[in-house]
């Protein structure tokens, strides 16, 4: 049973900045495509980032030029940074893996990621 487990979670002030972690033991290297995605109370899980296999890197609008997506394939481990962290970050975070690929692009629907994470909590107060 795949296994991919969050962590870096926890609460900030807006403007700080947090660090996730995803372990994926076997998938970082393997999977075409992984990402982040969020689901906050009431809402819709949207995605956040995406990575592909050789490294590319795509944002939804509303986190660029603040979060960045990366992976370490020796350590088994997708990472988010996040800086300059709004109210409106406030969400469940989730990786996922195996993700379907156009070759330089990812998919961003929930379908076309094969494993999930349990997620984990980002909170972050004005």
């Known amino acids: 049973q795949v296994q991919l487990a969050e962590s870096g979670g926890g609460s900030v002030q807006a403007g700080g900045s947090l660090r996730l972690s995803c372990a994926a033991p076997?998938?970082?290297?393997?999977?075409?495509?992984m990402g982040w995605f969020r689901q906050a109370p009431g809402k819709e899980r949207e995605g956040v980032a995406t990575?592909?296999?050789?490294?590319?890197?795509s944002y939804a609008d509303s986190v660029k030029g603040r979060f960045t997506i990366s992976k370490d394939n020796a350590k088994n481990t997708l990472s988010l940074q996040m800086n300059s962290l709004k109210p409106e970050d406030t969400a469940m975070y989730y990786c996922a893996a195996l993700g379907s690929s156009g070759g330089s692009w990812c998919t961003w629907t929930i379908t076309g990621y094969q494993y999930w994470g349990q997620g984990t909590q980002v909170t972050v107060s004005s």
């Open positions: 990575l592909t296999r050789r490294g590319t890197a």
């Open positions: 076997g998938y970082t290297a393997s999977s075409d495509c």
